[in-house]
């Protein structure tokens, strides 16, 4: 594969940023809500406050959809994030909920989608836990199992039967949920919400959260809003106040590559015929979906951690997209000619639990951390829920599901640089292993044939 021309993009390859930036907030405002981050979290929640008659501000540091809202890969997923299988064992009395909302969450975005009609290419395929040896398949069936026991909504089969490309084994078929170009489903919603009666500030970074009378008071750079209650939407940013509780979640970078266009006759002889996006089953899964123009968006692979705040503006590791090139080599051995054309990344928040978390600090300051590589369902429901306990005063069984009664979180392990290394070198052995093994398989029919 290809990888001499990449382009480094950094913000998103699935749309440019947008022409009509808003103002920044110059002088000093008060409201009943502010919400601190524009992305699809915050968005929605700024969005329902306002569609409730709540007057509420929305302050964002760039302009709405700069953060992953706008890169990640477009999976719709029906499913809870994170490794299920841990889940089950760490928080198996959690699982029902964490189904019916991961399904409830993905239905609420494709009504988001059609009720403001929003061209963001969306097709409900589904996603596919894809196995890309026997031992994945044999974890795809027990995560089967603890899906369906959750109450999920899967299908198991080989690639043939899933319609997934046949240099995977088989997987586990998610019959909620789809793909998108989530850059377009980000700006699509912040149209729909400029169009509301929230107030929004672009180009407005919160410097600091604090208390003063009784309100809550933000500080920007050119004025100050202060309000009853207030928000926090930054995601992986989430950290950078005082005010947040300690050990939230671990800011990780994530990235994603797109291939050049190919030709369609060629995807058509991979038997994608699903179109379904695809998560491996690694500890560190690799994700691949096609989309309307011929290509792949591929990426994850590898993690990189955040250790301080503010957290720096980045584009991808030429070394990791070489790297995520060999592993497209291996999983589609017809395209090994097809070049990278583009790449990108984006910060996401991990919690030490794996579960999205949502809470509240002292009565007036919210949050949520709906991550986990499944904030593009999540977020804008949680989001949306926050709003709705804000106004009524009580919360949805889903928002009850993940709520945290007391802001107090362990430390996370295995999140450290040399943690995540050992993941990733774990996987790679595991693929090693794999590899000869369907060596000596091949060696064993080609001798038999003889
Ligand atoms: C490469 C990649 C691939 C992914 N793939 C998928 C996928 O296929 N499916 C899926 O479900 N999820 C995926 N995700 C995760 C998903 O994108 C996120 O969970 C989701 O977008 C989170 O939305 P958010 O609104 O919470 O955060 P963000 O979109 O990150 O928004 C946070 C916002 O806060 C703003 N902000 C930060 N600090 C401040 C401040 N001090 N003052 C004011 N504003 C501030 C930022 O500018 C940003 O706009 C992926 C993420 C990445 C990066």
């Not at 997934?164 to 149209?191: A, D, H, Q, Y």
């Not at 995807?267 to 989309?291: C, D, F, P």
């Not at 943690?419 to 070198?425: D, E, K, M, N």
């Amino acid at each position: 594969m290809r990888t001499d021309h990449v382009e480094y993009l950094p913000f998103s390859g699935w749309v440019d940023p947008p022409t009509d930036v808003q103002p920044a907030l110059d002088g000093d405002v008060s409201c009943r809500v502010a919400v601190i981050g524009g992305g699809i979290n915050g968005m929605s929640t700024a969005l329902r406050l306002a569609q409730r008659g709540l007057d509420v501000v929305l302050l964002e540091a760039e302009f709405c959809g700069h953060g992953s809202s706008s890169r990640n890969a477009g999976q719709l997923a029906g499913a809870p994030g994170g490794d299920l299988q841990l889940l089950n064992l760490l928080s198996r009395k959690k699982m029902p909920g964490m189904m019916r909302l991961a399904e409830h969450a993905t239905h609420h975005v494709e009504e988001f989608i059609a009720k403001h009609d929003i061209d963001c290419e969306y097709e409900a395929t589904g996603n596919a836990f894809a196995a890309v040896s026997r031992g994945q398949m044999g974890r795809v069936g027990r995560v089967a199992k603890i899906v369906t026991r959750a109450g999920g909504h899967v299908e198991v089969g080989t690639s043939e039967e899933l319609g997934i490309p046949r240099g995977f084994v088989g997987g586990m078929r998610e019959t909620v949920g789809g793909r998108m170009n989530p850059g377009k489903f980000s700006l699509g919603m912040r149209r729909v919400l400029l169009d509301s009666a929230a107030r929004v500030f672009e180009q407005t970074k919160v410097t600091d959260v604090s208390r003063e009378g009784g309100q809550v008071v933000m500080t920007t750079s050119r004025g100050q809003v202060r309000a009853d209650r207030v928000v926090l939407a930054t995601n992986a940013f989430a950290g950078e106040w005082d005010v947040t509780p300690k050990h939230l979640s671990v800011p990780i970078y994530v990235i994603e590559v797109e291939t050049e266009p190919i030709d369609p006759a060629r995807i058509a002889a991979l038997g994608w015929t699903s179109g379904m996006g695809l998560v491996t089953q690694h500890a560190i899964m690799e994700n691949y979906r096609l989309t309307p123009r011929n290509t792949i968006v591929f990426g994850v692979r590898r993690l990189e951690r955040g250790t301080s705040y503010p957290l720096p503006e980045k584009v991808p590791d030429p070394e990791l997209v070489r790297e995520l090139a060999s592993a497209f080599e291996r999983r589609f051995p017809s395209l090994a000619d097809v070049a990278i054309e583009r790449a990108w990344g984006g910060w996401i928040a991990i919690t030490p639990s794996w579960l999205p978390v949502a809470g509240r600090i002292d009565g007036d300051v919210y949050y949520s951390i709906a991550c986990n590589g499944h904030g593009l369902a999540q977020a804008p429901y949680v989001g949306t829920l926050i709003a709705d306990a804000i106004v009524d005063g009580e919360r949805h069984e889903d928002l009850q599901t993940l709520w945290q009664e007391k802001p107090s979180f362990p430390r996370p392990v295995m999140m450290s640089r040399s943690g995540l290394r050992t993941i990733w070198a774990y996987d790679r052995l595991l693929d090693m292993v794999n590899g000869s093994r369907r060596n000596a398989r091949r060696g064993a029919v080609l001798t038999s044939d003889r």
